[in-house]
Structures are given as C-alpha cells and as structure tokens.
C-alpha cells in the first residue's frame, strides 16, 4: 500500500496545507508527466504513466478530507470497512429522523438550508474532533466517530 503523504513528502496528519499540497502535486506533475516521455521506452512510458497516476489518486485523496482519514487509518493499519464496532443507534435514529424531514421538505428551502446548515456545522465539528483525536494518535477512539462522519457525509452530498 503506497502511503500518499510520503509521495508529497508530507507527514500524515489531518491539518495539510492545502496551498502547499496544490504546488507539490503541480511540480510533481511536472516532473512526471507522462508528455515528458515521448521518446523513451515503453517501460519507461509506463512507469510515467503509472507515477502520474499515483500522484493523481494521492492528491485527491489528501485533498478530500474522508478520503484523507481513511488512508490515514489504513497507514495505520485499521481496515475501516471491515471494523465491525456498530454506529450509535441514537446517532443512526436521529440521522435517519433527519433524512426523512429532507425528503418530506425538497420543497421548502427554508427547512432544506436549516437542515443543511446544521449538517455542515455537525461536519465541522466531528471533523475537528477527529483529527484532534488522530494528532494525539488516538486512532481507535476516532474510527467510531469517522464512522459516523461519513454517514454525515452522505447526508451532505444528499442535499447539495
């Protein structure tokens, strides 16, 4: 399994810098784009090809902050989809009480932008405690609440 942060030279955590992940991935662009390998052999070609890949799929993933978290657990080795601890079933009731009032109101903008304003809030929030869990290395503690993070997730892809 390739560890994307080491790509970028970057130390696994959650807090990036974003503007400097951007030039990274731009000068390693440069330098391993698959156009720069016109002429040489096929292996060659290939091995462009397949590093021009791999810092595509590296910078998406440290960009977007679920897909960040999971292969920061996956460094880890903790296979997230496999984990068999349930989410809360209160948090599952309320979520689901939530997706409810979102297809009963798709057209009352006034309910969809309240109820979107407090997915993006609660996102926020679980986001931070999160990666505050995962900067202290807490991994264990913060995978019941990544867990829920991405159920949040779909609920905020559901509205926008």
């Known amino acids: ?18 503007i400097k992940l951007k030039q990274l991935y731009q000068d390693l662009q440069k330098k391993y784009h698959p156009d720069n390998y016109a002429t040489s052999t096929d ?31 996956e460094i880890q080795g903790i296979d997230v989809k496999n984990d068999k601890n349930p989410i809360d079933i209160e948090f599952l009731s309320q979520h689901i009480t939530l997706q409810d009032q979102i297809s009963s109101s798709k057209k009352n903008a006034t309910t969809i932008n309240a109820i979107k304003n407090k997915i993006n ?20 503690k913060s995978l019941s609440l990544f867990k829920e993070l991405q159920f949040i997730d779909k609920i905020k892809k559901q509205l926008h």
């Open 1 to 18: 399994m390739e560890n994307y942060f080491y790509i970028f030279n970057l130390k696994p955590t959650c807090n990036i810098d974003l």
């Open 43 to 73: 292996e060659t070609k290939q091995k462009a090809v397949h590093n021009s890949s791999l810092i595509n799929i590296a910078y998406k993933t440290l960009n977007t902050p679920i897909l960040k978290i999971n292969h920061i657990f």
């Open 121 to 140: 809030t609660e996102y926020d929030e679980y986001l931070n405690n999160i990666c505050t869990l995962i900067a202290k290395k807490e991994y264990y």
